[in-house]
Structures are given as C-alpha cells and as structure tokens.
C-alpha cells in the first residue's frame, strides 16, 4: 500500500484542514469568561462535543449554524448561564472566522496535482464556501451534511459520497479517506473498507477534544500529524 495508489483523497474539513478547535474556544469567550472558575481548554472542547454529537443525533437534517446555535445555548444551560438568541446566532455564524491551520493550504496545493480533492464535512455550504477561502484550492467535489440531511459518522453521508464519486469516475478503491477524527471519520471509513489516512492534529495533546471518543480505536492505513507531513511523504513516494 502506497500514498500513489489512489486517485482521490476525501478530507474531513473542520480538525484537519481548518483549527476548527481554536475557533469553538475564540467563539465561546462570551460563555466562558463569564464562569468564576473557567473550564479547562480541554474540558470545553468536550463538552461542545457531547452536545454537538447529541444534537446531530437528534435533529439530524438541521443546517450546521443553526445546530451550533443550539449547541451554545446548551453549553449556556450547562455552565448555569443565560444566552441570548442574538448570541446564539452569532456562534452559529462563527465558522468563517475558524482558521485554517497553518499548513494546510500549501499542502492543498501540491496535493491538487496528483489527486481529486474532495471535502465530505459535517457543515453547512455557506460555512464551507467561508472556509473554503482559506484553504487556497478549488475542489473536485464537495459534499455537505446539508447536502445530505445528516451528519457524519452516519453511513448516509458515506453512501452519499460513494455513490456521487461514481458519477466522476471515482470508485472505493480509487479513494484514500484522510481526516483527524476517529469518530467520525475512521470509524464509518473502517465499515465502508475506504483506504483511511489519520492526520493526528491532536498528537501531542492528551484525549479527542472536540470530537467524541469512539470507543475501540479504529484502524487505518496511514498516519501522519500534519498536512505538510502527508504532502512530504508523497513526494518521498514519488521517489521511490
């Protein structure tokens, strides 16, 4: 198995190309600086997950800004606060303010020129048309929760996938699944018997911060702890 094998890589967006971490704790200051004894990073960024996870579950086919508002009133509700609807919205509305991570564009690009680029993310399309801006390509294909009416790890959003891949050309084999999250990525990969690449954005920090722990660790075929690391070890495979 080499990285040259595949036709396509299909990326998670949010934790691996854009700091999806850095923008929940910049967006929820108005919640947390106003706790006496603030939580840790670590602690906010799982409790967003537990409330984000539970609420895709429920209301699976609502737009990603609008289901991070509800996440904040949550997290509000928790944390013994009041918040207001405007405040609310305004969190919703914060992923085009999420960084990028460093690296990510600059990997994007060279990537760009031996594979398809296809992003299947748990957000919304205004949201990924923000982000997007960031990430400095033009992908091949991009696929929404909105676009699909659920969230990832649903087996819906991988059917989805799979079967508009198809349509360009792009078959299961062709395809190396490359994202941070086990959750929800690896996991559904490990079903589907999608190639999977971990970009291990968290390797140096202890638990899975934003996302929920799956469990049983699933497995995969590559790792690497950044963006820059998978484009230099495509370029070491080139060589031979």
Same mark, same amino acid.
């Given at each position: 198995?080499?990285?040259? /094998?595949?036709? *396509? ?34 602690? $906010?960024?799982?409790? @967003?997950?537990? @409330? ?8 699976? *086919?609502?737009?990603?800004? /609008? ?12 944390? !013994? ?5 405007? +405040?609310?919205?305004?969190? !919703?509305?914060? %992923? ?8 990510? *564009?600059? +990997? ?9 680029? %296809? $992003?299947?993310?748990? %957000? ?12 400095? %390509?033009?992908? /091949?294909?991009? =696929? ?34 490359? +994202? ?26 202890? !638990? ?6 799956? !469990?049983?660790?699933?497995? =995969? ?12 070890? @495509? ?6």
């Amino acid at each position: 198995m080499n990285l040259t /094998d595949y036709k *396509a890589l299909t990326f998670d967006c949010y934790g691996t190309l854009i700091d999806w971490e850095t923008g929940m704790i910049e967006g929820l200051k108005p919640l947390t600086s106003r706790l006496a004894s603030p939580p840790t990073r670590d602690q $906010i960024l799982e409790a @967003h997950a537990r @409330h984000e996870s539970s609420q895709q579950r429920w209301t699976p *086919a609502k737009k990603y800004s /609008d289901l991070l508002a509800t996440v904040y009133k949550r997290l509000a509700e928790e944390w !013994g606060l009041t918040a207001s609807i405007e +405040a609310c919205e305004a969190y !919703g509305d914060s %992923v085009k303010d999420w960084p990028a991570f460093p690296d990510t *564009a600059g +990997a994007l690009q060279y990537l760009k020129k031996h594979y398809k680029l %296809v $992003i299947l993310s748990n %957000v919304d399309n205004r949201g990924f048309a923000a982000s997007n801006t960031r990430l400095g %390509v033009e992908f /091949d294909a991009i =696929y929404t929760a909105e676009d699909v009416g659920s969230y990832k790890p649903s087996d819906r959003n991988f059917e989805y996938m799979l079967e508009k891949l198809a349509t360009i050309g792009i078959e299961k084999a062709d395809i190396l699944h490359t +994202a941070e999250s086990m959750f929800h990525d690896h996991q559904p990969a490990n079903r589907y018997g999608l190639a999977n690449c971990w970009i291990y954005r968290r390797y140096d920090q202890e !638990g899975f911060g934003a996302t929920m722990n799956p !469990g049983e660790m699933p497995s =995969y075929d590559f790792r690497f702890n950044s963006m820059a690391d998978l484009a230099k070890a @495509h370029q070491e495979a080139l060589r031979g």
